[in-house]
């Protein structure tokens, strides 16, 4: 009964292969390759293109079509700090996608509490884990965010390496994934932990996962959504520019908890 239930993960896990790599190489390039080396350029190729893609079109949409309407023109980086942003995000990509991987792998073996289908737990149940895992992930990532930056030798050798975008004019969707490798990979381990404590739907997993090159595409665009409690890009414009406050990921939550939350507007008035 398990190495069925195991099955469906393979199944799915083999559609995403499919989806991806079936539509964009000749099979021959890809199908006699290992199952996680498959899964692996699956997750680069996919990583690589949501990137390319939602950066473009927001950079399309907020520097050319809304251009001088939510950013200033001295506000607005320039294509030369831009392609950097892209250059130190291409380097780190192979490596960013190798976690991914990983949790996939774990999750065929039966190691997580991950479930196949929302039927298995029902939508009452799914929707309670989904919010415990959610949970997991913004404590996760705050406290190492928050490390990333207490933590000297941390700071100096891996999280500087982002922090070097601490200006409007420096900040740009493209600096959403502009990190270290190994600090792209820590941000995002919470996702890979919460999957052994909460029993998590594995498709969701997936998504929440990919998302998180859209969401840190939005916050890096400066621009304040003023969408309570959502921590969007007016409170990260200010954790880039003050290095000590606005830590957390999706809500301003752990930051107001924790005594380190700064407000775009409370901030703009007192610099008046």
């Known amino acids: 009964m398990e190495d069925k239930y195991l099955q469906l993960f393979l199944d799915e896990t083999s559609l995403y292969n499919d989806i991806v790599l079936g539509h964009l ?9 290992p199952r996680f080396i498959q899964t692996w350029l699956r997750n680069y ?15 399309f949409y907020i520097y050319y079509l809304k251009r001088n309407v939510y950013l200033p023109k001295d506000a607005i980086p320039t294509t030369k700090a831009m392609l950097l942003q892209i250059y130190v995000a291409m380097k780190a990509m192979p490596w960013y996608c190798a976690l991914p991987s990983l949790s996939e792998y774990m999750v065929e073996n039966g190691w997580t509490k991950c479930f196949a289908r929302v039927s298995d737990v029902g939508w009452f149940a799914y929707i309670m884990y989904l919010i415990a895992y959610l949970v997991v992930v913004e404590f996760g990532i705050y406290w190492m965010h928050r490390e990333l930056h207490d933590i000297k030798p941390l700071y100096k050798y891996l999280h500087a390496t982002h922090h070097v975008y601490n200006k409007q004019n420096t900040l740009s969707p493209f600096a959403g994934l502009a990190f270290h490798p190994l600090d792209g990979i820590l941000q995002a381990v919470p996702h890979v932990i919460a999957l052994f404590i909460i029993p998590t739907h594995f498709t969701s997993h997936i998504g929440l996962l990919f998302l998180e090159a859209i969401w840190t595409a939005n916050i890096h665009d400066c621009i304040h959504g003023k969408l309570w409690p959502v921590m969007g890009a007016g409170y990260h414009t200010i954790h880039h520019t003050t290095y000590r406050h606005n830590y957390g990921h999706y809500t301003i939550w752990m930051d107001w908890m924790h005594g380190t939350l700064r407000d775009p507007e409370e901030d703009a008035i007192s610099k008046m």
Not at 25 to 33: G, I, M, Q
Not at 45 to 59: E, P, Q, R, V
């Open 25 to 33: 190489l000749p099979s021959s390039w890809w199908v006699s390759l």
């Open 45 to 59: 190729i996919a990583g690589t293109l949501l990137y390319f893609i939602s950066g473009f079109l927001w950079c």
